[in-house]
């Protein structure tokens, strides 16, 4: 059998450095974590999948059809600073076999180009490392279209790493999210709001290895919480879906009623902050979690200030974290480029907030405390015991429960026009007529169409479909929509 088509495809991954200056009992101990984390992430990829740990590095080794997501899950969990993408080959005991192999898979890459060949050996050989890079180096270049060889300043480095009859061909360098592994930093819950600010906060504690979960105060409206649930699920799916964490959704439009009733309009904005950070810490001690995060980033409007935000911070006795506290707006908007949720953020629905008239900014302490005396505290405590956790991972059940939007698997059943809302330009084909819509035009674009006729959203998992057709439902009163689930 040739050896060159016995190929799996190998990823090693080297820990974010930060790790590796640890203590030998901490780096054992997020070493394990990272570890067992991709051993939950890659068995739900496919049970083929082997991943060893090493003290330096961890290894994963993937049949080749499942390259693609592993890769893509490797680059995104915290806790690793670089990816190396290897093809690995067993059983090899000669230096010649190692110089047809390497040929074969390498040739195409130094056409045309100057090349060189690094090799590191650990085990038991009768030849050297350099001895690899000479005979693999000359082979090719005489069996190749190879410019030549350039020790120094090569267009190609070949890498090589031979470890006892085991060769692998490093083919690729991607760098990883960094950061310390999942589940090492304990828990957070995060406010969020759905928009730029709250969603890249909770990014950066998920990269920090923070297990972040998500408590949303609502307003009075289910379009706003079905789009903050959707992007919640969004960040665990993509960066935390190795842990399960929790969707907290506390009703908070009685609580801005009695702010109306009983709070200067100049203070409206400080006390609604106040007043989540006393029902965050409530649900904080209930979850056994140690700190609230929120999105706010220093004098970006008037409640943050630094006067109000010690005013604010006043309310609670528990620690506050605010990643973005010295970001500026654009900033924070590149990092939610390139960490996908931009599209949810400038999509998000509208909902009804406290707006002040002259807002303070230099709030003052004797007066904020004459203001929060006026307020009916038993109003936020029934706020509290009427909140609903919902565990992220379910959130497609939960949206099913809210919706109630109408599943539809057989399209031969009537006639409908099929929406396939997923970014990208892929688009799903079928029976009847098929759009590409993606969700972040859907707003604009969905009542341009005919509204005579069925319309099936079609996403990958259903989950984008369901919110987005629930919120459509709420906002233009349409009867029109279901989902496709084929």
Known sequence: MDKSQVKTQKFIVKFFPEIMIKGSAAKRQMVGQLYANLVTLLERISQEINVRKFSDKIEVVTPIEFVTEVRLKLIETP???QVLEALQFDKINTIDEIKVIVNEQMAHEIADKTFVVRAKRSGTHEFKSIQIEQTVGGYMLAHGSAKGVDLRNPDVTI???LVNNQLNIITHKYKGLSGFPLGTQGGILSLMSGGFDSTVASYLTMKRGVKTHFIFFNLGGVAHEIG???V??????????SHKVSFISVPFDDVVTEIFNSTHESYMGVTLKRLMLMASEKIAKEMEIDAIMTGESVAQVSSQTLRNLALIDQATSMLVLRPLSTMNKPEIINIANEIGTRRFAETMPEYCGVIS?????????????????KFDYSVLDTAVENAVKTSVDEIVNDIEDIGQIEVVSDLSGGEYTVIDIRQGSECIETSCETLKIPFFKLKTEFKKLPQNRQYL?????GILSQLHAQYLRDAENNNNIKVYRP
């Not at 919640?232 to 879906?241: H, P, R, T, V």
């Not at 959203?457 to 998992?461: E, L, N, S």
Request: charged share 30%.
């Open 228 to 230: 903050v649930k959707q």
């Open 79 to 81: 806790g690793i600073e």
């Open 232 to 241: 919640a699920y969004y960040l665990w799916n993509k960066f935390g879906s």
């Open 357 to 373: 008239k002259n807002p303070v900014t230099h709030g003052s302490y004797a007066r904020m405390e004459k203001e929060a005396k």
């Open 159 to 161: 890498n090589l790493e």
């Open 457 to 461: 959203f079609y996403c990958d998992k």
